[in-house]
């Protein structure tokens, strides 16, 4: 039975892995520092727990996906200190030899719940993540979704909601204009005036939220048409907040897109992660299978 | 050499054409009256035009596309009288015996101008109709993108701009919240006061119209990630708008996107059709085509 290694890589920490799956998976966490000390403890890592088939990286972006540039594999421009234009690709394959599959860590995420998750079987379906920022993974036709670069829909924008005209949200690019810059943790810690996991329950800052939610998901819905939306993240660990979410997509909608499948089910059509915390690492192991299966 | 057949069935008229491509085509165009009668006038174009190894059909939606639902093939919950639940390729499949390639007009055309027009060669990239309404057809990984139904991103949502918060909209189901609601032709005619073809090129209507349609891209390159856009239908025809559109685009991304295909060569990322007038027809001959070489 093949054998794959998995990383997951992110500003703060990268998480990586040997295994076959979920069931059987060994993982270790690495603090992010400097591009070469960071792959160099990876490596080690994989050193020490014998020969994979193959690996799969989901990194923090923005990455360059398109295999005929000379950047392929590289995090581009990041604002990160010391990681714009890193080559992480590069040092893996030749120390490794190995195929290695390498995507976003939101379109690793969705892939990951595809195989094993809460998207198992389906070819058509986004994963969200909603925390310090918004990140969406998109699985089209059974393919990962990217182009020109790859999606960045944390940044879509979004209608402004009534009683919530005033603030000037928080993204340095478009303020209060996007998905991320009116909802986002920090968004909620600004408009607020304290950390989004101190809001309670009841608190009056949760259904504006559902609402921008709501308004993200429903743009989603009429851009790609997924069969499955999963929210994962910080902020979506809030408890209630995934139901409120469900309402405010079908008002955002408007009754206009009609499918079973979100008017009469939208318990099973906006979930929660299949795999918990593990739908990153667990995405980059089904990069790892992916890169086999074609190597790119 | 194969020859193939095309339908671009619009709710006023359906455009019937027999040929290879954009230099051997022969075109006629029926008026859309009940399903039965328009698909009987269809079928006798065809006889009378002799055998072809495939047919494509564009469609008005919304359709079914999917290959195991027992609706698959047909027009679904449209408005226009006589054709809900419309079964469209039945009849056809019946009459011609030969495979079938069956996809929304837009997604028709955006595959019609990735097959011969502006978006050659490419494997990602978005058309949109702004007209008497906004649709859009993606083209994902070199795949039309469907999956639980199909893009319907005419109605995706925007934020208002702040010289227009009054307006109240033109769509029926999300009335100023969505794209189509602020900016397809009966905005235009219900704000302004008048037609959009008869809105002087200074006007400032223009400009207001050219910062949604930027939103509005801004959004699709966000979440879609496009190599290109490709901007049709009868608004577009606006002498001077698709300048304003660029602009407005690279205003709303807020220099998030990192790309020099947008950054330094938006004239060339965001075009008109390739294929003037003839992106549906010619797409939907691209679904024979396609039809042959994966029968669905």
């Not at 309670?200 to 949760?206: C, Y």
């Not at 469900?246 to 955002?252: H, I």
Request: net charge negative; charged share 20%.
């Amino acid at each position: 039975m093949p054998r794959y290694g998995a990383i997951e890589a992110g500003g703060t920490k990268f998480v990586c892995a040997v295994g076959t799956g979920p069931r059987d998976l060994t993982t270790t966490r690495i603090a992010t520092t400097s591009p070469g000390q960071t792959l160099a403890r990876c490596l080690e890592f994989f050193a020490a727990q014998g020969k994979v088939d193959a690996l799969g990286v989901g990194s923090f972006g923005p990455v360059e996906l398109r295999p005929e540039s000379r950047r392929y594999g590289h995090i581009t421009a990041t604002p990160k200190p010391g990681w714009a234009n890193a080559d992480v690709v590069g040092p893996l394959s030749r120390a490794l030899a190995v195929p290695i599959g390498f995507d976003t860590d939101v379109n690793a995420a969705v892939l990951g719940e595809a195989r094993w998750g809460a998207a198992r079987g389906l070819r058509d379906a986004v994963y969200v993540t909603v925390g310090t920022g918004i990140g969406g993974g998109a699985l089209s036709g059974g393919r990962l979704a990217h182009g020109l670069l790859h999606p960045e829909m944390g940044h879509l924008l979004l209608p402004r909601e009534a009683d919530d005209q005033d603030f000037v949200g928080s993204c340095p690019f478009h303020g209060g204009r996007c998905w991320e810059g009116l909802a986002a943790g920090p968004a909620l810690e600004r408009r607020w005036g304290q950390p989004a996991e101190t809001l309670p329950a009841g608190h009056r800052a949760w259904d504006l939220e559902a609402r921008y939610l709501g308004s993200a998901l429903a743009t989603l819905v009429l851009v790609l048409s997924p069969e499955r939306l999963i929210l994962g993240g910080g902020v979506m660990q809030t408890p209630h907040l995934l139901p409120l979410v469900r309402a405010q997509l079908l008002r955002a909608l408007g009754g206009y897109v009609q499918a079973d499948e979100i008017l009469a089910h939208v318990d099973e059509y906006v979930v929660a992660p299949g795999l918990g915390q593990d739908s990153g690492i667990l995405g980059a192991l089904a990069l790892a299978e992916a890169a086999v299966a074609t190597p790119v």
